[in-house]
């Protein structure tokens, strides 16, 4: 089975700006969770979606939102970026009922300047 | 909500040695335990976890160990080599009717093999 892929890796942005990236899990897999990783606070639960529905949120302000497609392909919008913003965003995927085993992404490296 | 303490956040040991990270969490309601692998710019690679109705589980050079009363779970590495470097992260979650996905982290470890 192909792993989770995630789109674009590297992304560059300007303060102010937004930004959308994308996940496609693993196929049969209905639950995507995404994952904000900085050398400071290392890994931050975002949201969790499983079947067009997000189930689960972290403590993330309303800049942040996504949503999960009828395929389970998933994205997340950051909207008026901020500096602090520069991190490494991972999804992963999940059967999403039972078995818990998340299985991550490469994720995309966004740098806001 | 969930805190996870991971400890040392950097470990040295030589080839062969054993190396053992430790996380501990608070809130008892946590019933699942993963550990991941995250090599230098790749993703984080899920190598073994352990789920509360368990107390050890193995897998080869690698095993983890859970205590719920102390709520503190462990990895351990026995015969540690060269391309076991990396970081390590610890997690834990809550089941919630099986709805529960949220996995919180610890800070990570950075493990050291020397040839």
């Known amino acids: 089975k192909a792993g989770v892929t995630q789109t674009p890796r590297y992304l560059i942005k300007t303060r102010g700006q937004q930004v959308t990236l994308s996940c496609s899990p693993i196929?049969?897999?209905?639950?995507v969770s995404w994952y904000q990783q900085t050398p400071g606070q290392g890994l931050q639960f975002l949201f969790e979606?499983?079947?067009?529905?997000?189930?689960n949120k972290g403590n993330f302000p309303g800049r942040f939102s996504g949503r999960q497609f009828s395929n389970s392909r998933s994205e997340m919008n950051v909207s008026t970026l901020e500096l602090g913003d520069s991190a490494l965003y991972l999804c992963?995927?999940?059967?999403?009922?039972?078995?818990?085993?998340?299985?991550f992404g490469p994720g995309t490296r966004l740098t806001v300047t | 909500g969930e805190n996870v303490e991971q400890h040392p956040s950097t470990l040295s040991v030589q080839e062969g040695d054993s190396a053992v990270i430790k996380c501990t969490y608070s809130?008892?309601?946590?019933?699942?335990f993963p550990w991941y692998k995250q090599e230098l710019g790749k993703r984080p690679q899920l190598i073994i976890d352990?789920?509360?109705?368990?107390g050890e589980k193995k897998d080869q050079r690698i095993a983890v160990t859970l205590n719920k009363t102390a709520k503190h779970f462990s990895l351990h590495i026995t015969e540690t080599q060269p391309e076991d470097s990396a970081v390590y992260f610890c997690?834990?979650?809550?089941?919630?009717?099986?709805?529960?996905?949220?996995?919180?982290f610890g800070k990570g470890t950075l493990l050291t093999v020397n040839p």
């Open positions: 992963a995927s999940s059967l999403g009922t039972g078995l818990k085993e998340q299985y």
């Open positions: 196929s049969g897999h209905r639950s």
């Open positions: 979606y499983f079947s067009e529905t997000q189930r």
């Open positions: 809130d008892s309601a946590s019933n699942y």
């Open positions: 352990i789920r509360s109705n368990v």
């Open positions: 997690a834990a979650s809550m089941d919630s009717g099986g709805s529960n996905y949220k996995l919180t």
